[in-house]
């Protein structure tokens, strides 16, 4: 198998699968679905601390302890002033320039924001992140966000949540086409054919959490999307063969015997 | 004492509380882990805690890693 890393700005990988950490059955779980799936990264939330709380458990120390790089995000932000504080919080916490910029229209769709999402990638570009922003599957917003700087893009293949897999395949394949920096497509995977249909796309990467962790068995679904990740990519750079409209015959015609004796 | 908004709640603070011992105070958690803190709107980075003071009506937010997609 090619060994095919690639890169977020100066980060390195070589997993095609970037997993949310949100949402598993258990600690215990989410902690085995991540090391099944080979992810190198996981995406983190940001949250207010219970006051007079018990500390409860250290997501933080967990996925550092197993040298998983972590992605901050802005879940829940709907406006730019938000997602740019939530973010530099982020930032100070996590002590990394990451960010998963989530700026969301409304609580029904979970859509990206477009213009508060322009925004928001503007000014934290600006301030030294490197911004990882989630977007419609719109190749024009995703030319906008790479030309003002972003790392990389994040077409939804669906809405978050919904597990209904890629809904325009060819708006993907329009934006990898077009962009320069890694297209990493996050939101709506439900299962491993979706991850690999996204890879055969050509896309560099998925970011997985609700088809992992809604999964009846999360730790065997991450093996599953593994497999699918590599099944995908491979199959990428091997090339699929042209679609033809009609049949061709992969046994060969010559030689074959004739009833009425012709040659 | 200062009142202070920590997290949208109302809390009394003694005169001088500093940020690494108001998490402790009502975190109850390590400061040096996974926490950022936010004073009136503005991050304030962790080298700079120290030299923060806290006042009276100030609103801060203590956040810290959670789970997230």
């Not at chain 1, 320039?97 to 229209?105: C, D, G």
């Not at chain 2, 005169?15 to 040096?32: F, H, K, M, Q, S």
């Not at chain 2, 080298?47 to 006042?55: K, N, S």
Request: glycine residues 8%; contains cysteine; aromatic residues 4%.
């Amino acid at each position: 198998m090619v060994e095919d890393g690639w890169k977020i700005g100066n980060l390195e990988l070589t997993s095609r699968l970037i997993l949310g950490s949100a949402r598993y059955p258990s600690t215990p779980v989410m902690l085995d679905a991540i090391a099944e799936s080979g992810a190198e990264m996981v995406t983190i939330a940001l949250r207010r601390v219970p006051l007079d709380a018990p500390a409860g458990e250290n997501i933080y120390r967990l996925l550092r302890e197993r040298g998983l790089t972590l992605l901050p995000n802005t879940a829940g932000c709907y406006n730019a002033q938000e997602a740019i504080l939530t973010a530099e919080l982020g930032r100070e916490a996590l002590e990394t320039s990451l960010v998963k910029l989530e700026v969301i229209a409304d609580d029904e769709t979970l859509l990206p924001e477009p213009e508060e999402l322009l925004k928001a990638a503007a000014a934290l570009i600006q301030r030294g992140f490197t911004v990882l922003p989630y977007t419609n599957d719109d190749p024009v917003t995703a030319r906008k966000l790479e030309d003002l700087g972003c790392a990389a893009v994040m077409p939804l293949a669906a809405p978050i949540g919904s597990g209904l897999g890629v809904r325009n395949p060819h708006n993907i394949e329009l934006i990898k086409a077009r962009a320069k920096v890694p297209v990493i497509v996050d939101a709506g995977v439900g299962t491993a054919s979706d991850v690999t249909l996204v890879l055969e796309l050509g896309c560099d990467g998925l970011l997985l959490n609700s088809a992992v962790a809604h999964a009846k068995d999360p730790v065997r679904m991450a093996r599953a999307m593994k497999a699918a990740a590599i099944a995908g990519r491979e199959a990428f750079l091997a090339g699929r063969m042209p679609r033809k409209f009609y049949a061709e015959a992969s046994t060969s015609l010559a030689g074959r015997l004739s009833l009425t004796g012709q040659k | 004492m200062i009142t202070v908004r920590i997290n949208g709640e109302t809390r009394a603070l003694p005169a001088g509380t500093d940020i690494p011992g108001l998490i402790r105070e009502v975190a109850g958690t390590d400061p040096e882990q996974g926490i950022a803190i936010a004073l009136n709107g503005e991050v304030i980075r962790r080298v700079d805690w120290p030299a923060a003071t806290l006042h009276n009506n100030d609103i801060i937010e203590i956040v810290r890693a959670t789970q997230g997609g």
